[in-house]
């Protein structure tokens, strides 16, 4: 198996946790595999009745120490206030929405584009739901703002947001941060969780000699 056969499939959700302490790890997997095509899909963690005020999940604080404690992940002042306060309502429906909007002017930045907006969120405490958040992202990625604000309420962006969290329940991702190595219509799980970018190396390369 080659190679140029391979890609990558990465679920996540820009309120996930541990998507944002396993974000350096991939981030340096993937720097180490350039050949390796990433596609980057949203999986819906809190839709529907999930989507609640922070103050809803009380377990926040716990499990953010050990997602540091486990990754190195630093969890800022801004979001720590932001999580005390507790009325922020977490909608990864607006989240991934955002990040289609987002990875639609940079496709080829989709990684830095997701790392960024978790950077948003659990250092700089940004709301994900909030227009001012991507543009002062595409505003720091020399994105275009103007398409930006339209794309955030465009009927196409807002389907393919929908269309993420349905490829990924077709692919099985029940929790996150999943990323899977494709070759052809075969799937691996290839990692998540707390790995770190050697684990990571290592399951690929075993993935790789069993093929």
Not at 12 to 37: I, M, Q, V
Not at 137 to 160: F, H, N, R, W
Request: charged share 20%.
């Amino acid at each position: 198996m080659t190679t140029e056969q391979l890609s990558l499939i990465y679920v996540w959700d820009a309120y996930c946790g541990w998507c944002y302490g396993f974000s350096k790890s991939l981030r340096t997997f993937h720097e180490n595999n350039l050949e390796l095509p990433v596609r980057i899909v949203s999986g819906g963690l809190f839709t529907g009745e999930r989507s609640q005020p922070l103050t809803a999940y009380p377990y926040m604080p716990e499990a953010n120490s050990r997602i540091s404690q486990l990754t190195g992940a630093v969890f800022g002042t801004a979001y720590e206030q932001l999580l005390k306060e507790g009325s922020l309502v977490l909608d990864s429906e607006a989240a991934a929405i955002g990040f289609s909007a987002l990875r639609a002017l940079a496709p080829e930045r989709a990684l830095d584009l997701a790392s960024a907006m978790q950077q948003a969120f659990y250092f700089n405490g940004k709301s994900l739901s909030d227009a001012a958040t991507y543009l002062e992202l595409a505003s720091t990625y020399g994105l275009d703002e103007q398409q930006l604000i339209e794309g955030l309420t465009a009927p196409e962006t807002v389907a393919e947001a929908h269309e993420d969290f349905e490829i990924a329940l077709k692919l099985g991702a029940r929790s996150y941060p999943t990323l899977l190595l494709q070759k052809g219509d075969e799937i691996f799980e290839l990692g998540g969780g707390a790995m770190t970018a050697d684990k990571l190396e290592a399951r690929f390369a075993g993935l790789i000699a069993h093929q």
